[in-house]
């Protein structure tokens, strides 16, 4: 998918001239060309700058830049370029600076002279912010695919944990006790705000900045309307200097891929608590687990470490990129050229995570025994009594120091917080403490209970069946 073709394998051949020769009197450097080329990594956009070349072309023949002869040439040279490059075939040359060079260099010597017209009313600026806004489309709503497949996991489980339950926590102590189910689609929901925040990039980054030239436009009389509809794009851009120097998109894809890494980070740390020894929580599958080359007992939530390591560098990315941008003036700057390693490299890793962690949460065992012990500490029923109180007319807050006083007593020995609460309140109150009592209590809408619960679990599963809807819409 990504990495794997991203070096090109064959750039040992002839060494051609640049692009740009015609103006110097000598060839450039080694050192300059080591330092400058992009091609290591642009090339990943192959399909895409060959996709943005044949709408160019077809928009130039409409405008009588390209007869027909010359168009159905291009174009089949354009077919041939793919077909070498998608079996391997494709010889890269030293002087192929960066994608679009090599896809325009082979073209024209396949279709010479007509190959020569390709790039014509075109810049290499206006074309590499097309071609990563046609790679942007397609792979962030990848990305929000594989969401959507942690999210049916996540749904899947909460449907199967039915009344678990575990301590919730505040400041990682106990605090009261909820469903395993709520606890799991909470992580659920801010998936759906990172797949809503994805699609939301995608769409307002749906505009074609083809045309734009270098920077002003040009003199020849193009369609850069015809050709965003040609690429599917929305729109085409209104300001050709802001069509060659906006990087938005790819700063909002890095933070959203950044967000989606914090929230697996979330998941990543609190997994390395629920699978050890003290919590015992959850037991993960040997396929999802690591051992340790020393001692023979360790299993190890590697996947869950790294979720939350690799965040480091998603929020990396995101902030070398901001950084390079903020001094650039108007229009293309060379600087630029970063903004693809980042993405690339936010992109693999988001994906790679998401499917490793969705294989571990849809293998774990949950250990419910453990889980509910944890939560039926008598204490955990401590807001359950002050609300009781409330219930009978007592203000909460005298109602929280009563029980707060229970607490300290129960906590100093003198007996069972339901023994104290029959002994000092009622029977009734006394019943509230106890195995599974507490969690029934969460009655109110979006609260921890079964009631409640089913509710959002219905709610969950309607979202889901929409966002379906949306990603066939998409396809
Ligand atoms: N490799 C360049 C990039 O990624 C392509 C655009 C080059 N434009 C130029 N004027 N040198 O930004």
Redesign the pocket.
């Known amino acids: 998918m990504s990495g794997a073709d991203s070096e090109p394998e064959n750039r040992s051949g002839p060494t051609g001239s640049t692009l ?1 020769h015609g103006r110097f009197a000598g060839g450039p450097d080694a050192a300059l060309m080591a330092y ?4 290591p990594f ?1 090339r990943r956009m192959w399909r895409d700058d060959i996709v943005g070349s044949r709408a160019h072309v077809r928009g130039l023949a409409r405008v009588g830049l390209l007869n027909d002869a010359e168009r159905d040439n291009v174009l089949a040279a354009l077919d041939q370029v793919h077909a070498e490059m998608a079996d391997g075939r494709f010889e890269y040359l030293a002087s192929d ?5 090599a896809v325009e260099r082979r073209v024209t010597e396949i279709s010479g002279p007509a190959g020569a017209k390709l790039h014509t009313a075109r ?3 206006d ?2 912010a097309t071609d ?1 806004r046609l790679w942007c489309k397609r792979e962030l709503v990848q990305v929000a695919r594989g969401l959507y497949d942690l999210q049916q996991v996540l749904l899947a489980r909460a449907i199967e944990a039915g009344n678990t339950y575990l301590p919730g926590y505040t400041h990682l102590q106990r605090a009261q006790p909820v469903l395993l189910s709520h606890h799991l689609l909470a992580h659920g929901w801010a998936f759906e705000r990172d797949i809503d925040r994805l699609l939301a990039t995608v769409d307002r980054l749906d505009v074609s900045p083809l045309g734009a030239g ?1 920077l002003a436009g040009t003199s020849l009389p193009i369609d850069p309307a015809g050709n965003a509809a040609d690429l599917g794009f929305a729109r085409p851009f209104d300001n050709s200097l802001d069509a060659v120097s906006d990087r938005d998109f790819v700063a909002e894809g890095l933070f959203d891929l950044a967000l989606i890494g914090v929230h697996l980070s979330r998941i990543g740390e609190e997994w390395v608590l629920w699978t050890t020894e003290e919590f015992g929580f959850a037991k993960l599958d040997d396929a999802f687990a690591t051992g340790s080359s020393m001692l023979p007992q360790k299993k190890n939530p590697d996947i869950a470490e790294l979720a939350r390591g690799k965040t480091g560098r998603l929020i990396g990315n995101l902030t070398a990129l901001l950084a390079t941008l903020k001094g650039l003036p108007l229009a ?1 700057n ?1 600087d ?5 390693e980042g993405l690339f490299d936010s992109v693999d890793q988001v994906n790679l995570a998401v499917a490793a962690l969705t294989g571990m949460i849809a293998t774990a065992t949950f250990m419910s025994d453990a889980m509910q012990a944890a939560a039926d500490a008598d204490v955990t029923a401590a807001t359950d009594l002050a609300e009781y109180l409330v219930r009978g007319g007592t203000p909460f807050r005298d109602a929280h120091a009563i029980v707060g006083q229970l607490v300290r007593r129960h906590l100093a020995g003198e007996g069972g917080l339901g023994e104290l609460a029959a002994l000092e309140i009622d029977t009734e109150a006394a019943a509230l403490v106890g195995a599974g009592v507490g969690v029934r209590q969460r009655t109110s809408p979006g609260g921890a209970g079964p009631l409640a619960m089913t509710a959002q679990l219905e709610k969950y599963r309607e979202m889901l069946s929409a966002e379906h809807d949306e990603f066939t819409r998409r396809q």
């Open positions: 740009w400058t080329v992009s091609l642009d600076e960066d994608i679009h060079t810049s290499r600026n074309q590499v990563l270098a293309y060379r630029l050229q970063e903004d693809k």
